[in-house]
């Protein structure tokens, strides 16, 4: 089944997703602490039954979780069976937990093999084949370098002396891995980060427990959809214009598949004349300096979150130059003298692009 969208040229993240037919039902904020409803769980009749939506913080965002359900309850239950999965995801790929899987390999002292499970040996499988496929612009093991330039907290520019320590501790060519044994080795004191492939691989761990009744899960930078088509025949997903994202730049109609958009953010930081910001080029060590945003359609989760951050790392012209060879749908909005610039793919043109008349 193939995606359709709508392209809107008006004045990336992705905005909230809803069935394509209709708008959701307004919603009350209560407070943010991680597996409470961010919102007030909603319920709307429909003829093709129930929407239900739940909205919660997981993975260090706000997430949404949607549905259609002969019933409430039903429906609840649905999505319920889905957060179990993202929490359990959430909690073997955070490097934010000491507990997960990732810190404890994060932790194995250098030389002594690491043991994955079969799922773990599955996804590294595929970490290592975007890593190679986009010649290192997708690499998750900078742990060392986000740590020096302190993303994960204010932010900072380091010192020569402390940037080269990090970047000689960084790069898969430290690592290991067999997957025939399904273990990883690190050769030095390298830290893998799950930023750039986390969300999408609990998404496609989501979609798999999933039924066939039409869903949605929206995680932030990231959407997937699966099961029967909603009402409407598709879900309306907005891509946000990365000058205002708050703003729709595109409108998406989106029937299966995943949707990530990797984009600068507003807590990006200039220290001393260079912008810090939270996407890497794990090729210099030092943030990316695209400036828009790129979105990018594929079947899988893991693979449009690995990809839109590889492409954002890449930019426009050899990003777009890679992802056409490839036959991936991929979309940049590239900021340009006051006006938002867009350029596609082919094969996001063949997902029905349709300009307004």
Known sequence: M???????????????????????????????????????????????????????????????????????????????????????????????????????????????????????????????EWQRATDGAFDPSIGRLLAAWDIRGAGTVPSHEAH??????????????DPGRCTLTRRADVSLDEGAFGKGEALDRAAAALGDAPWMIDLGGQISVGGRVPPGGAWSIGV????????????????????????????????????????????TGRPATFNGSVTVWHERGLAADALSTALYVMGPKAGLRWAEARGIAVCYLIPERGTLRVETTRAFEDLRIIAPG
């Open 240 to 283: 946000a214009d990365p000058r205002r994202r708050d703003h729709a730049a595109l409108q998406l109609r989106m029937a299966t598949g995943s949707l990530s958009t990797s984009a600068g953010s507003e807590r990006d930081l200039v220290m001393s004349g260079v912008r810090v910001g939270h996407i890497f080029d794990p090729r």
């Open 164 to 177: 080269e320590r990090a970047r000689a501790l960084s790069g898969m060519a430290l690592l290991a891995f």
């Open 2 to 128: 193939k995606l359709v969208a709508l392209l809107v040229l008006t004045s990336c993240a992705l905005l909230s997703a809803v069935p394509a037919a209709r708008q959701g039902p307004p919603y009350d904020t209560v407070p943010a602490v991680r597996g409470a409803p961010l919102y007030n769980t909603a319920a709307q009749d429909s003829p093709a039954g129930v929407f239900v939506s739940r909205d919660v913080y997981l993975m260090g965002t706000r997430a949404r979780l949607s549905t259609y359900a002969v019933t409430h309850d039903s429906g609840l239950a649905t999505l319920e069976s889905a957060l179990a999965v993202l929490d359990d995801a959430e909690e073997e790929l955070s490097t934010w937990r000491a507990s997960s899987a990732m810190s404890a390999l994060n932790r194995q002292p250098v030389g002594e093999p690491w043991t994955a499970d079969a799922r773990l040996c599955r996804m590294f499988s595929d970490v290592w």
